[in-house]
């Protein structure tokens, strides 16, 4: 992944409508050089697997406040499994007990990242990990 | 406020003593290059009657509850009675939140506020496909009368004040509580609360809109219209800045793009034939209390001289009350924690006093487990014990207004106005809130970068987070919404359907249609369809059908 440049989708799964976490995650990842596509509000798991696919990125970032993580978090990852693209990274954040992350990181969420994170953590996370 | 002359010997004064300090800080030097408040405004050492030089004590402070209520909508404000401690809860399904209403009821609190799960709130039935995982998580899912009725059981309408977090179907959400405060007993007359009903702020930053803006503008008209017959103690808006300010707005942008979404809904009120004095004393509004103390309480008041004006100037209002901003306030949930959550309750506690001495009429103060789930019942009494600490035992309540004459106070409120004015005029010139909502999202947006590039490099302290930091464990006795709830919830719905008399339920649906295609106002078929049971998300089918659905535009 020397030369190309990491693509990322940022997106909001589900009725949430706090997108500042998302979107302040999609300009600093931006700032770091990557190429980002934010989906927007309201995204079914169908639709970000399916702009996950066109946009042809190497991670799929997601970010929940509303508490539906452990159902929208894991659908994300089988669909993209199902569809063939199981290689993308899949990671996320927002108002995550700790107590949800091992069963999230069971279904296949690779990390995720809770209030108070640095940018700069998400930044070298994607970076090592693609 | 000073002679000329007075002011003079004041400067002399002051640039003798510029040497000292000069002196001083080359012995202490100051902590920052700059100092600063969260809008920008640089701050200096220290603030005389020189920074009031232009400030006339009667046009633009004068005494509580007289124009430009800088200093309060009330004579004698807490003197009389304390503002209403109101938390925000609501969580899984209508008999769980019915008894954390009743908890909080017995705990001392004195009105409620009922938060609607997103379903609820984007007017989807729980059995909707996009209900999957939401329903019961961030308030109570409310499909039909028959939930309402299970949520107020045993609490009388007639005798509570409630408000809905509810935006874009509030007119139903309200046709629902009349419905149901008048199977208690109770008259539209009687019946007090607020529905915030703010459908711009959603387009702009919160998110739970539905229909395009205008007819979200007539729904909105049609219940100011309907409630200033109907419901005269009802407040038909809360028009909010509260969500703006979380998305990461300054203060200063925090008021203007609040009182710009007011101006739009005037206008729309005025356009659909409404006179201004008899729909504009029942705008209320609803404010964040962030942790950059002063500038907070600077920011209430000066929001309240600000729209005293406008509402004078612009749309020639006549009554007191028509001018007076009354405002709802919570505490900063952005500010919050994941680390030592513990340390939340003094933040929450800063926030509330600043809301205090600002003047709010309402209160809600966070609970310290909030950056990780909804709130316990322990964390939620150690909130409102919050406030009871500042209504009763510090003496901040005897007096009004304070901070009022302080030097510094008075130049952050002129500064204030001044910063949010700027604001409107851009707003004005793009043609109003409507057509301006991707230009407040860029500039909350860059004002949400700026603030997490200044704590990722410690320029902005956060406690716990980039400094003072420890090792802890995880909190325990966190709130679970159980997953069940769905479960419960949809077999309920889908048996309360199946009972109902299908052709009675088809032609009320049919009736909210034609109301929608014409330009009668809906109130009323709303309020005839929920008392049998029709749905929100039957009624709000008939409203995407007929008026189509909002598409956001996507800002970063």
């Known amino acids: 992944m020397s030369e190309k440049r990491i693509r990322v989708l940022v997106a909001k799964p589900g009725l949430d409508g706090h997108d500042r976490g998302a979107k302040v995650i999609a300009q600093a990842l931006r700032d770091a050089g990557m190429e980002v596509v934010y989906t927007g509000l309201r995204q079914t798991p169908e639709q970000i697997v399916s702009a996950a696919l066109q946009e042809d990125v190497n991670v799929v970032g997601m970010s929940i406040l509303s508490g539906a993580h452990g159902t929208l978090f894991p659908e994300v990852v089988n669909l993209l499994r199902e569809k063939g693209a199981g290689d993308i990274l899949v990671i996320g954040g927002g108002i995550i007990p700790e107590e949800d992350i091992p069963p999230l990181k069971e279904a296949g969420v690779a990390e995720v990242f809770g209030p108070g994170t640095p940018l700069a953590n998400v930044v070298k996370y994607i970076q090592e990990h693609v | ?556």
Not at chain 2, 177 to 188: N, P
Request: aromatic content about 10%; proline content about 3%.
């Open chain 2, 1 to 556: 406020m000073y002679t000329k002359d007075e002011l003079d010997k004041i400067a002399a004064t002051k640039e003798v003593w510029a040497a000292k300090l000069a002196a001083t800080e080359k012995k202490r030097p100051p902590r920052e290059a700059n100092f600063a408040t969260d809008s920008g405004f640089e701050i200096d050492t220290v603030y005389t009657p020189n920074n009031l030089a232009e400030m006339d004590y009667e046009r633009d402070l004068g005494l509580p509850g007289e124009f430009p209520y800088t200093r309060g909508v009330q004579p004698n404000l807490y003197r009389g009675r304390l503002w209403t401690m109101r938390q925000y809860a609501g969580f899984g399904s209508a008999e769980e939140t019915n008894q954390r209403f009743r908890y909080l009821l017995e705990q001392g609190q004195t009105g409620l506020s009922c938060a609607f799960d997103l379903p609820t709130q984007i007017g989807y039935d729980s059995d909707h496909s996009l209900a999957r995982g939401e329903i019961g998580k961030v308030g109570v899912a409310i499909d039909s009368l028959a939930d309402m009725e299970t949520l107020f059981d045993q609490i009388p309408l007639g005798k509570v004040s409630t408000s809905m977090t509810i935006n874009a179907p509030a007119g139903v959400l309200l046709a629902m509580y009349i419905a149901c405060a008048e199977k208690q007993g109770f008259t539209k007359a009687q019946i007090n609360g607020t529905i915030q009903n703010d459908v711009i702020k959603e387009y702009i930053c919160r998110g739970t809109y539905i229909l395009p803006p205008e007819p979200s503008m007539r729904l909105i008209s049609n219940i100011f219209e309907y409630c200033s017959k109907e419901v005269p103690t009802w407040n038909t808006i809360s028009i909010s800045g509260y969500h703006i300010r979380e998305a990461g707005s300054t203060a200063a942008q925090e008021i203007a793009f609040t009182l710009a979404d007011g101006i739009a809904y005037v206008e729309a009120a005025i356009k659909a034939g409404l006179n201004v004095d008899d729909f504009a004393p029942r705008l209320s509004f609803f404010f964040n209390a962030h942790l950059n103390f002063l500038e907070e309480i600077a920011k209430f008041r000066a929001a309240r001289r600000v729209w005293a004006k406008v509402m004078k100037e612009r749309f020639g209002a006549k009554k007191a009350k028509s001018m007076s901003l009354r405002f709802h306030t919570q505490t900063a949930g952005v500010s919050l924690t994941a680390q030592q959550p513990m340390v939340n309750i003094m933040r929450t506690a800063y926030e509330a006093l600043s809301a205090v001495l600002g003047g709010t009429q309402s209160l809600h103060t966070n609970s310290y487990d909030e950056a990780l789930a909804l709130p316990c019942d322990e964390s939620v009494m150690i909130a409102l014990r919050t406030q009871h600490i500042i209504g009763y035992e510090i003496g901040v309540c005897d007096v009004v207004d304070p901070l009022g004459g302080s030097y510094y106070i008075e130049s952050l409120t002129n500064a204030l106005e001044e910063k949010a004015m700027d604001y409107i005029g851009k707003i004005d010139a793009l043609g109003g809130a409507v057509k301006a909502i991707e230009y407040m999202q860029k500039e909350i947006h860059n004002a949400a970068y700026q603030y997490q590039l200044a704590i990722d490099n410690k320029k902005k302290t956060v406690v716990g987070v980039n400094k003072f930091q420890m090792k802890e464990k995880p909190i325990e006795g966190l709130l679970k919404v159980d997953l069940s709830v769905g479960d419960h919830q949809v077999a309920k719905l889908k048996k309360m359907k199946a009972e109902r008399d299908q052709a009675k339920v088809a032609a009320l649906l049919q009736a909210v249609k034609e109301a929608a295609q014409s330009d009668a106002n809906l109130m009323p078929v709303f309020i005839d369809a929920v008392k049998e049971y029709v749905t929100l998300g039957e009624i709000c089918g008939v409203l995407r059908d007929v008026f189509g659905e909002y598409k956001q535009q996507i800002v970063f």
